[in-house]
T-cell receptor, first 113, second 111 residues
Framework: EAGVTQFPSHSVIEKGQTVTLRCDPI?????LYWYRRVMGKEIKFLLH????????ESGMPNNRFLAERTGGTYSTLKVQPAELEDSGVYFC???????????FGSGTRLTVV | DQQVKQNSPSLSVQEGRISILNCDYT??????FLWYKKYPAEGPTFLIS?????DKNEDGRFTVFLNKSAKHLSLHIVPSQPGDSAVYFC??????????FGTGTRLKVLA
């Protein structure tokens, strides 16, 4: 079984540019999550999809962040325009049912310069 | 305000000895707790969990203890192995799909 896959693994962009991160969850997993870890701090929740619906987006920092999950399969997280404080590692995770120990991807390291 | 705290940023232990990683929380509504392990350039990997109705859960070399009155949980690794060297994150949820993570403790097991 393939794990959670994230693209790209690294991205370096200039302030003001747009970046789109992609996450492919484990096949069949209805629940998809985005988290972010900034500067070695805690891993913070961004949002949760159930299939294509946003179940909880309480952790999204502001309206520069847009997450989509068309068709309930892969998800994208777009940052537009990027700011310096958006730098960090963005993790995607998925689970089949329930919140009990979901599976994380390797993350996308975003650096805004 | 951080609801899940891991006050020790790092810990070094000799191979074969016990590693004890600690985690404190403030939200009494948390009912499920997890430990994740993270190697460099990889995502967190689920290790072990415990429900608030229990005070101990064991899986091989890993045991998690929960003290609800103290709002404290700990992860014991016995015996510690060099491959256990990683960053360990404590996480909690309050009946939802959202996890609240601590800042992590870097464990180094010395051969």
């Amino acid at each position: 079984e393939a794990g959670v896959t994230q693209f790209p693994s690294h991205s370096v962009i200039e302030k003001g540019q747009t970046v789109t991160l992609r996450c492919d969850p484990i096949s069949g997993h209805d629940n998809l999550y985005w988290y972010r870890r900034v500067m070695g701090k805690e891993i913070k929740f961004l949002l949760h999809f159930v299939k294509e619906s946003k179940q909880d987006e309480s952790g999204m920092p502001n309206n520069r962040f847009l997450a989509e999950r068309t068709g309930g399969t892969y998800s994208t997280l777009k940052v537009q325009p990027a700011e310096l404080e958006d730098s960090g590692v963005y993790f995607c995770a998925s689970s089949l049912t329930g919140p009990y120990g979901y599976t994380f991807g390797s993350g996308t390291r975003l650096t805004v310069v | 305000d951080q609801q899940v705290k891991q006050n020790s940023p790092s810990l070094s232990v000799q191979e074969g000895r016990i590693s004890i990683l600690n985690c404190d929380y403030t939200n009494s509504m948390f009912d499920y707790f997890l430990w994740y392990k993270k190697y460099p350039a990889e995502g967190p990997t689920f290790l072990i969990s415990i429900s608030s109705i229990k005070d101990k859960n064991e899986d091989g070399r890993f045991t998690v203890f929960l003290n609800k009155s103290a709002k404290h949980l700990s992860l014991h690794i016995v015996p510690s192995q060099p491959g256990d060297s990683a960053v360990y994150f404590c996480a909690a949820s309050a009946g939802t799909y959202k996890y609240i993570f601590g800042t992590g403790t870097r464990l180094k097991v010395l051969a």
